[in-house]
């Protein structure tokens, strides 16, 4: 298919990859933010084929990952009730919760439907004017027109059955939590190419001077990635630091401008918890004041629900890139895709679950990579 | 979640004043939204999330990168490097 073969010849790929040995003298670390990334890193052994001291370190960017565990359990108790259709994408309804997940609740007799689009899940409340339609709202930017879209058009049908559990994260103040850790050991950034065909490049402007790290904003094909990871170690080989975009057939500058008028007018930036890492401020999206009676914590009143995390998940320290997946103890043993501890274990963009998908074999095996010095 | 994933137009229609679209992804089809993209034509392609189009790929934009990829060791090679 055009788009994706030709971005995958592994022809090419070899020839970057030869570049980029050619030119590294230094060890360098770089942090891919998008797990969709991370999934082609680990897929393809992208890894593995760069020269031995590149590290890279996988981000945050799993939207199902790094919902909060109260906000899961909020989205329990309200999927549970007899009167609701609640409405999630397929990654989230096997996300453990505190005691349960959505497919347990649906199980047990609640009506949980997974859907491809928010626009379904208004089609089921216009189906369905004597059901509580909630849909589970989560994601980055790049999800965030969807469902402002959504919100937008349920209002036009005059849908007093629908509403929205809103917990959406922001890309730019993660990548400042990072940069601000004592710990951080990122030199460059992949920035994420889908969040940026929304809300365009110039966003990381800003973090590039303030940091004076290298952004490169890059695709999810093989060869996109290879040439993200080749400009950014290319800067700082270079001493450096500057916004590049790697991937420019889908990206602008500026990003879709209608789509950011309609998510300015839906949500309001707020502060949101991240699973696994914590509270940062200014970090999300929530419904603005002018969309509020779409608010499913209101209606169900469920905003009063916390949550405590299991102690034997590291899926923070895997979120945060202090570990890989294999490292901790529940990895692979009590934690698996089907019976997953955290997040990261569920979600087809989150780490421990490409490690699990694609590594599993290698990392049994006792000369592993990756843990040792390579020379 | 993010995945976006590339397709190509290959029917578009008005559904209660929103333009929409057929898009096939390799032989999937899915109906899209293409609100946020309007100026979409038939047998271009896009970026699909969750069911809404969110940019037009820009074909000369991926040609240039794919010579870029083409050219990228050819120079050594002609100078009798590696």
Redesign the interface.
Same mark, same amino acid.
């Given at each position: %298919?055009?788009?994706?073969d030709?971005?995958s010849?592994p022809v090419?790929a070899a020839?970057?990859l030869?570049?980029i040995a050619?030119r590294v003298t230094k060890p360098w670390s770089i942090m891919e933010i998008? @797990? @969709?990334q991370t999934h082609t890193i680990i897929r393809h052994g992208i890894d593995q084929l760069l020269p031995g001291n590149v590290t890279l370190i996988h981000g945050p960017?799993? *939207?199902?990952c790094v919902t909060p565990l109260e906000i899961i359990d909020r989205a329990l108790i309200i999927a549970a009730r007899p009167e609701v259709i609640f409405c999630t #994408?397929g990654?989230m309804a096997r996300v453990p919760g505190s005691r349960t997940d959505l497919l347990q609740v649906k199980a047990a007799g609640g009506d949980v439907r997974l859907v491809?689009?928010?626009?379904?899940a208004v089609r089921l409340a216009q189906q369905h004017p004597d059901r509580q339609v909630v849909f589970f709202a989560?994601? #980055?930017e /790049? /999800?965030a027109?969807?469902n402002a %879209?959504t919100v937008r058009l349920a209002r036009q049908l005059g849908l007093s059955n629908f509403s929205l559990l809103v917990s959406h994260v922001l890309v730019p103040p993660a990548m400042t939590a990072i940069l601000e850790s004592p710990s951080c050991r990122v030199q460059g950034f992949l920035a =994420?190419?889908?969040?940026c /065909?929304?809300m365009g490049t110039k966003q990381y402007e800003p973090l590039v001077h303030r940091y004076r790290v290298p952004i490169v904003v890059t695709g #999810?094909e093989p060869?996109d990635v290879l040439?993200g990871i080749r400009r950014t170690l290319f800067q700082l080989e270079d001493g450096r630091f500057e916004l590049e975009n =790697?991937y *420019?057939? =889908?990206?602008?500058s500026e990003g879709?401008a209608? =789509?950011q008028t309609?998510i300015n007018e839906v949500f309001k930036v707020c502060d949101r918890q991240w699973r696994g890492i914590g509270l940062i401020p200014q970090s999300g999206w929530r419904l603005s004041a002018a969309y509020a009676d779409f608010d499913a914590e209101e209606r169900f009143d469920v905003r009063g629900v916390v949550a405590q995390e299991s102690a034997n998940c590291r899926s923070g320290d895997v979120l945060q890139g202090a570990i890989t997946p294999p490292e901790c103890p529940a990895f692979g043993q009590e934690c698996t895709p089907r019976r997953p501890l955290g997040a990261p274990m569920v979600?087809?963009?989150g780490a421990c679950a490409a490690y699990y998908q694609f590594r599993r074999i290698d990392i049994a095996a006792p000369t592993r990579r990756g843990s040792a010095p390579v020379s | 979640m993010c995945l976006g994933i590339p397709g190509k137009v290959e029917e578009i229609w008005e559904q209660d004043g929103t333009r929409m679209a057929t898009v096939d992804f390799g032989g999937v089809r899915k109906q899209v939204c293409l609100a946020y993209v309007p100026d979409l034509a038939l047998g271009e392609y896009t970026i699909v999330h969750v069911g809404f189009a969110l940019t037009k790929l820009d074909e000369a934009s991926a040609l240039e990168t794919l010579e870029l990829f083409r050219s990228t060791g050819l120079l050594e090679q002609e100078m009798g490097g590696t």
């Amino acid at each position: %298919m055009k788009y994706l073969d030709e971005f995958s010849d592994p022809v090419l790929a070899a020839r970057i990859l030869d570049d980029i040995a050619s030119r590294v003298t230094k060890p360098w670390s770089i942090m891919e933010i998008c @797990g @969709g990334q991370t999934h082609t890193i680990i897929r393809h052994g992208i890894d593995q084929l760069l020269p031995g001291n590149v590290t890279l370190i996988h981000g945050p960017g799993c *939207p199902v990952c790094v919902t909060p565990l109260e906000i899961i359990d909020r989205a329990l108790i309200i999927a549970a009730r007899p009167e609701v259709i609640f409405c999630t #994408f397929g990654d989230m309804a096997r996300v453990p919760g505190s005691r349960t997940d959505l497919l347990q609740v649906k199980a047990a007799g609640g009506d949980v439907r997974l859907v491809y689009s928010p626009l379904d899940a208004v089609r089921l409340a216009q189906q369905h004017p004597d059901r509580q339609v909630v849909f589970f709202a989560i994601g #980055f930017e /790049t /999800t965030a027109p969807a469902n402002a %879209m959504t919100v937008r058009l349920a209002r036009q049908l005059g849908l007093s059955n629908f509403s929205l559990l809103v917990s959406h994260v922001l890309v730019p103040p993660a990548m400042t939590a990072i940069l601000e850790s004592p710990s951080c050991r990122v030199q460059g950034f992949l920035a =994420a190419g889908h969040v940026c /065909t929304v809300m365009g490049t110039k966003q990381y402007e800003p973090l590039v001077h303030r940091y004076r790290v290298p952004i490169v904003v890059t695709g #999810f094909e093989p060869l996109d990635v290879l040439e993200g990871i080749r400009r950014t170690l290319f800067q700082l080989e270079d001493g450096r630091f500057e916004l590049e975009n =790697a991937y *420019p057939r =889908a990206v602008t500058s500026e990003g879709n401008a209608v =789509a950011q008028t309609v998510i300015n007018e839906v949500f309001k930036v707020c502060d949101r918890q991240w699973r696994g890492i914590g509270l940062i401020p200014q970090s999300g999206w929530r419904l603005s004041a002018a969309y509020a009676d779409f608010d499913a914590e209101e209606r169900f009143d469920v905003r009063g629900v916390v949550a405590q995390e299991s102690a034997n998940c590291r899926s923070g320290d895997v979120l945060q890139g202090a570990i890989t997946p294999p490292e901790c103890p529940a990895f692979g043993q009590e934690c698996t895709p089907r019976r997953p501890l955290g997040a990261p274990m569920v979600s087809s963009e989150g780490a421990c679950a490409a490690y699990y998908q694609f590594r599993r074999i290698d990392i049994a095996a006792p000369t592993r990579r990756g843990s040792a010095p390579v020379s | 979640m993010c995945l976006g994933i590339p397709g190509k137009v290959e029917e578009i229609w008005e559904q209660d004043g929103t333009r929409m679209a057929t898009v096939d992804f390799g032989g999937v089809r899915k109906q899209v939204c293409l609100a946020y993209v309007p100026d979409l034509a038939l047998g271009e392609y896009t970026i699909v999330h969750v069911g809404f189009a969110l940019t037009k790929l820009d074909e000369a934009s991926a040609l240039e990168t794919l010579e870029l990829f083409r050219s990228t060791g050819l120079l050594e090679q002609e100078m009798g490097g590696t």
